[in-house]
């Protein structure tokens, strides 16, 4: 089956603007997760929802930053006046939901903030 | 707070020598860990998990890990390494909150 799928795989974009990335989970999948990497580090957790709702969002680094997934399946990470700090791999994942459920990760957006 | 350390940022090894890297962890609970391997331009894919159950667990690829209470450590090994091997390896504990939290990574060189 397919697996999560993100787009674009690469996005390019000025300081100051506004970027949307996408993210399409495994179908079924109820829980999405967000994570950033940054070069030469382990990806770091932005923000988890259950089915429509924002779990958690403890690791949005600030107000700039916010995602959507309005009806449980599709996530849109949305980051506002894009800073060069924000250049990194975005990394999203899905899980059936349960417990320890593994984590099935997409193969990223790439963006780079000139 | 749950945190992993990986210790060495990179491993080279011979083809069909064995591979070791390791993975330290702090918890203050019973942790789930988690290995995760990463080829250039893909996404992560998991090798293996420990959910509390055996210690010693068995992934893909050959590998296996083995969770030491006593070290905290989940250590990755596996008997003899291939060319494909060469990746970033990442280990991860699941915290509370079901985030995963992941250590700074290594990267496996294998020497032919």
């Known amino acids: 089956g397919a697996g999560v799928s993100q787009t674009p795989s690469n996005k390019v974009t000025e300081k100051g603007k506004y970027v949307e990335l996408r993210c399409d989970p495994i179908?079924?999948?109820?829980?999405l997760y967000w994570y950033r990497q940054s070069l030469g580090q382990g990806p770091e957790f932005l923000i988890y929802f259950q089915g429509t709702g924002a779990a958690d969002d403890s690791g949005l680094p600030n107000d700039r930053f916010f995602a959507v997934r309005p009806e449980g399946s599709v996530s849109t990470l949305k980051i506002q006046r894009t800073e060069r700090g924000d250049s990194a791999v975005y990394l999203c994942a899905s899980s059936q939901g349960q417990g320890t459920d593994t984590q099935y990760f997409g193969p990223g957006t790439r963006l780079t903030v000139l | 707070a749950q945190s992993v350390t990986q210790l060495g940022s990179h491993v080279s090894v011979s083809e069909g020598a064995l591979v070791l890297l390791r993975c330290n962890y702090s918890?203050?609970?019973?942790?789930?860990l988690f290995w995760y391997v990463q080829y250039p331009n893909q996404g992560l894919q998991l090798l293996l998990k420990?959910?509390?159950?055996?210690?010693l667990v068995k992934g893909i690829n050959g590998f296996e890990a083995e969770f030491k209470k006593s070290e905290t450590s989940f250590h990755l090994t596996k008997p003899s390494a291939h060319m494909s091997d060469a990746a970033e390896y990442f280990c991860?504990?699941?915290?509370?909150?079901?985030?995963?939290?992941f250590g700074s990574g290594t990267r496996l060189q294998v020497q032919p």
């Open positions: 420990y959910t509390s159950a055996a210690t």
């Open positions: 918890s203050s609970v019973p942790p789930y």
């Open positions: 991860a504990v699941l915290t509370g909150r079901r985030a995963l939290t």
């Open positions: 179908s079924g999948h109820t829980a």
